[in-house]
């Protein structure tokens, strides 16, 4: 199949025959290059708006920003992390490892793959600009509950729901071509059950995007109505209700959790077996429990929601169903740690980012586990204890999975050895400040302290410098991940090509199991 486009065939000279490469390209592994950067540019600058309101919040009064600023930065600093930097960053993983998994020669629509890439930069450049619009970019949390985002909203916001509705086209395209290439484009002999569990978890989220992404853009077009139409769809004075906003919101949002975190399961479920010499323990359960948590993910929305009045049968429904989305998550982690349990393992960069991610995100898991019992949560809503939990889920969680895989499969992608000492000065410096910096919220949560304020009371200053801290320690410490990362493309030692075999301090090689990509245990050995 040539998938080539006609500007490929071209040949171009000078100072424009890079940029036509990478702006006209089709190849899978350019795109997934594309992806990766443009997530890690978008996650240092989420990450410099975090380090903002940390500094804010170093100690008790108002020292650095205004309120209304530190509202923008929140706002932003959600957005951006959610929808630029996780979530790119793993459709960056897909386009380089899947087709390559799979057999493939590349994605299945690779025009619609070039495309997809880029309406993201268009979309966040759109949203970026408001910082510098009259009345500022829009203040009203990631989650934009109406009617502070429509009534009350700066004008900024209808900028912000058009790069939404890009940001979604684009998430669109990537699923579409996604599922196509995996159920269309495997190897001859390669069933289903057979699939690397990255693809597995890969072709789950895939059909998790497209059922809601249209959800999302369908809040986001009711908010347009109700602020330029006319209508009243949130608007309680024209007989709307603003608590339908979060239902909707909520049926989109809550998968889309899950969106972020399935491909970090699969990256994990990788990288375990490798370094523990051994093949995954549980492969089919794997399986069906990624698909058990991708549709109970659908109907515990309004657990973000026990306190705006439900009915007790339907707080009692959501509580009871958030937890049993726990069963299949403790059955991942299960499986995991039996593929630890008498492994070989060795302690390499990625493996100390996939031990982490199973450890920390059990600890997200566990305070979801309180977050979800209804009475309790009256008590933790709106709080830093919140704040702790969906952090400890989505950065040691979704962060530290990417971390892991980039360094798992730099070799592959780069030709060259990563600095291994490097690395482990990333990883401890990462983990140190993730701990410090959202383990003493959940302290200041359970004694009452409210999020997304810029001043707060003198009882929690002490917690609140730890965690300022902290995130200072896990921002710069990302430097040292741009600096090896250039490093290594630049050169190191050449990788060769059973690059994990043969770990250091073994004196003994073990033969790659893997017939069709020499970086993955497949789930079953013939």
């Not at 008790?60 to 959610?82: A, E, K």
Request: with cysteine; hydrophobic share 55%; aromatic share 18%.
């Amino acid at each position: 199949m040539n998938t080539m486009t006609k500007v490929e065939h071209t040949e171009h000279h000078g100072p424009a025959a890079g940029i036509s490469r990478w702006f006209y390209t089709t190849n899978h592994k350019d795109i997934g290059t594309l992806y990766l950067w443009f997530s890690f540019a978008m996650f240092l600058t989420g990450g410099c708006m975090a380090l903002m309101i940390r500094a804010e919040l170093f100690q008790p009064g108002l020292q650095l920003i205004q309120p209304d600023f530190f509202n923008q930065m929140t706002t932003m600093h959600g957005l951006i992390m959610v929808f630029g930097a996780v979530m790119p960053a793993f459709v960056g993983l897909a386009n380089w490892m899947l087709p390559m998994m799979v057999g493939a020669p590349d994605m299945a629509l690779p025009r619609m793959n070039n495309w997809s890439f880029w309406i993201l930069p268009f979309a966040f450049a759109m949203m970026l600009s408001t910082l510098f619009m009259d009345g500022g970019a829009p203040n009203f949390g990631w989650t934009f509950y109406a009617p502070l985002s429509t009534t009350y909203a700066p004008p900024s916001v209808t900028y912000f729901i058009f790069a939404v509705h890009m940001m979604g086209i684009s998430s669109i395209m990537g699923a579409i071509n996604i599922i196509a290439t995996i159920l269309n484009m495997r190897a001859p002999g390669m069933t289903m059950m057979k699939l690397p569990l990255f693809v597995w978890t890969w072709l789950i989220t895939a059909f998790l995007l497209i059922a809601v992404m249209p959800v999302l853009a369908g809040v986001v077009t009711m908010m347009l109505m109700d602020i330029h139409f006319g209508t009243s769809f949130f608007n309680a004075a024209g007989g709307g209700d603003p608590v339908l906003f979060q239902h909707v919101f909520w049926f989109f949002g809550h998968p889309e959790v899950y969106i972020m975190i399935l491909p970090a399961f699969g990256i994990v479920s990788e990288i375990i077996p490798t370094f523990a010499r051994k093949r995954l323990f549980g492969y089919s359960s794997m399986v069906y429990a990624t698909s058990s948590i991708a549709f109970l993910s659908f109907i515990v929305w309004a657990h973000h929601m026990f306190t705006v009045g439900l009915p007790l049968m339907g707080e009692l429904f959501f509580m009871y169903a958030t937890m049993l989305i726990a069963v299949p998550t403790g059955v991942k982690v299960f499986n995991w740690v039996a593929t630890m349990f008498r492994g070989s393992m060795t302690f390499e960069t990625p493996m100390l980012f996939a031990v982490a991610f199973v450890v920390l995100f059990t600890i997200g898991g566990f305070s979801g586990l309180m977050l979800a019992i209804a009475p309790a949560d009256f008590q933790y809503h709106d709080t830093y204890f919140v704040v702790a939990h969906f952090h400890y889920v989505l950065v040691p969680g979704a962060v530290f999975a990417i971390m892991a895989g980039v360094y798992y499969w730099l070799p592959k992608w780069t030709g060259h050895y990563y600095p291994e000492t490097m690395g482990k000065v990333h990883f401890w410096c990462s983990f140190v400040g993730v701990n410090l910096t959202f383990f003493p919220m959940h302290f200041i949560g359970l004694a009452g302290m409210p999020r997304r304020i810029p001043d707060y009371a003198l009882q929690f200053a002490d917690f609140n410098m730890v965690a300022s801290i902290g995130a200072f320690i896990f921002g710069f410490s990302q430097l040292i991940f741009l600096v090896l990362i250039i490093k290594t493309i630049r050169g190191g030692s050449p990788a060769t090509p059973e690059v994990w075999d043969e770990p250091e301090g073994l004196e003994w090689t073990i033969p790659s199991p893997a017939p069709y990509h020499t970086f993955t245990t497949p789930p079953e050995v013939k």
